[in-house]
């Protein structure tokens, strides 16, 4: 008798709203952030579709499941707005998940300019809309995730028992014309964001949030990073230096296994898996495909955990297990 196939589970699948690229648009946010540019052709037709088209698109890569967030920059750069736009959103992605109940699950888009009413927002999606967690990604202005302003939303999700997954984000202006600058407009702006300075980027909110102290504080908030960890992982010793001058309760290193999951997005290549298992464990690997952004024809999800390499306990918890475990105490 043929096993069944394993559940899959994508944690990091994306979606954009008309309204909320019109309200991109009327602050002339692609005057500064490039990203804002990226959702346009077949990527920002399959963004706003949460129907036919990703279904079959779910289908043909092997995905079971997805679990949606809105895709960067979120409503990080709008201001008193930004509230009711949050609750539209999530209202809206509350029906398509009630539409497909099997196929989709949802975090939580916040108002994050407004951490009072981000906190109240992000405790209403998951305790009244069943929400899984919230996305957020990094810089606020000029303040990172780890400036005692945005505590609210952080001391919620601990309090909820929810992940918080952070996501890439373009790097202000200043750093783009300092780094990732003096080439042709369309290289600078690849560079700063999908070639390398996304990454950067997420990578150094978590380490702020770890230095800040935010997990000797918060010792049970759980943070997902995705591409492999954003970096991080591939420098795991040499982070460790700062041992000996963090003022913090633990090691570097206990924190990337205590408060950290990391996920694939996408990126299937089975050395970056086996590094990230051997810095989080593999009870802290998440599976996911980055859609729209990285799908790719041919049945590439399903054939990548079947050719992973991991043994098939740690398979099934890749593929399902681990979200399901970090998720329970969220509302179902």
């Given at each position: 008798?043929?096993?069944?196939?394993?559940?899959?589970?994508?944690?990091?699948?994306?979606?954009?709203?008309p309204?909320?690229?019109?309200?991109?648009?009327?602050?002339?946010?692609?005057?500064?952030?490039?990203?804002?540019?990226?959702?346009?052709?077949?990527?920002?037709?399959?963004?706003?579709?949460?129907?036919?088209?990703?279904?079959?698109?779910?289908?043909?890569?092997?995905?079971?499941v997805?679990?949606?967030?809105?895709?960067?920059?979120?409503?990080?750069?709008?201001?008193?707005?930004?509230v009711?736009?949050?609750?539209?959103?999530?209202d809206?992605?509350?029906?398509?998940?009630?539409?497909?109940?099997?196929?989709?699950?949802?975090?939580?888009?916040?108002?994050?300019?407004?951490?009072?009413?981000?906190?109240?927002?992000?405790?209403?999606?998951?305790?009244t809309?069943?929400?899984?967690?919230?996305?957020?990604?990094?810089?606020?202005?000029?303040?990172?995730?780890?400036?005692?302003?945005?505590?609210?939303?952080?001391?919620?999700?601990?309090?909820?028992?929810?992940?918080?997954?952070?996501?890439?984000?373009?790097?202000?202006?200043?750093?783009?014309?300092?780094?990732?600058?003096?080439?042709?407009?369309?290289?600078?702006?690849?560079?700063?964001?999908?070639?390398?300075?996304?990454?950067?980027?997420?990578?150094?909110?978590?380490?702020?949030?770890?230095?800040?102290?935010?997990?000797?504080?918060?010792?049970?908030?759980?943070?997902?990073?995705?591409?492999?960890?954003?970096?991080?992982?591939?420098?795991?010793?040499?982070?460790?230096?700062?041992?000996?001058?963090?003022?913090?309760?633990?090691?570097?290193?206990?924190?990337?296994?205590?408060?950290?999951?990391?996920?694939?997005?996408?990126?299937?290549?089975?050395?970056?898996?086996?590094?990230?298992?051997?810095?989080?464990?593999?009870?802290?690997?998440?599976?996911?495909?980055?859609y729209?952004?990285?799908?790719?024809?041919?049945?590439?999800?399903?054939?990548?955990?079947?050719?992973?390499?991991?043994s098939?306990?740690?398979?099934?918890?890749?593929?399902?297990?681990?979200?399901?475990?970090?998720?329970?105490?969220?509302?179902a």
């Amino acid at each position: 008798m043929t096993e069944p196939a394993t559940t899959l589970i994508g944690i990091e699948e994306h979606f954009l709203t008309p309204a909320i690229e019109h309200a991109w648009h009327a602050i002339g946010l692609e005057a500064s952030d490039p990203s804002v540019g990226y959702h346009r052709g077949a990527f920002g037709r399959r963004l706003v579709d949460l129907a036919d088209e990703r279904l079959a698109l779910m289908d043909e890569t092997g995905l079971d499941v997805q679990v949606l967030s809105l895709t960067t920059p979120a409503l990080h750069d709008l201001g008193s707005e930004s509230v009711e736009l949050a609750r539209r959103t999530n209202d809206a992605l509350a029906e398509a998940v009630a539409r497909h109940p099997t196929r989709f699950q949802a975090m939580a888009t916040l108002p994050v300019s407004m951490p009072d009413e981000a906190a109240i927002e992000l405790e209403r999606c998951v305790s009244t809309l069943g929400f899984k967690g919230t996305m957020l990604c990094g810089r606020v202005g000029t303040r990172h995730l780890d400036d005692p302003a945005f505590a609210p939303v952080l001391d919620c999700a601990a309090a909820l028992g929810v992940p918080v997954l952070l996501h890439p984000r373009t790097p202000p202006a200043l750093v783009r014309e300092a780094y990732y600058s003096g080439f042709s407009p369309i290289v600078d702006a690849a560079f700063a964001t999908v070639g390398l300075g996304w990454h950067y980027d997420a990578g150094i909110q978590f380490l702020r949030l770890v230095l800040a102290g935010t997990f000797d504080r918060l010792p049970n908030l759980q943070v997902i990073l995705g591409h492999w960890g954003e970096l991080v992982l591939f420098y795991a010793e040499r982070l460790a230096v700062m041992d000996r001058v963090a003022d913090l309760s633990n090691p570097i290193a206990h924190y990337l296994r205590h408060n950290l999951y990391v996920t694939a997005s996408g990126m299937f290549l089975p050395h970056y898996q086996e590094r990230a298992m051997a810095v989080v464990g593999p009870d802290r690997l998440l599976f996911s495909t980055d859609y729209p952004y990285q799908y790719r024809e041919g049945g590439d999800a399903r054939r990548f955990l079947a050719s992973c390499g991991l043994s098939d306990a740690d398979k099934a918890a890749f593929a399902h297990g681990n979200w399901l475990r970090l998720t329970s105490d969220a509302a179902a």
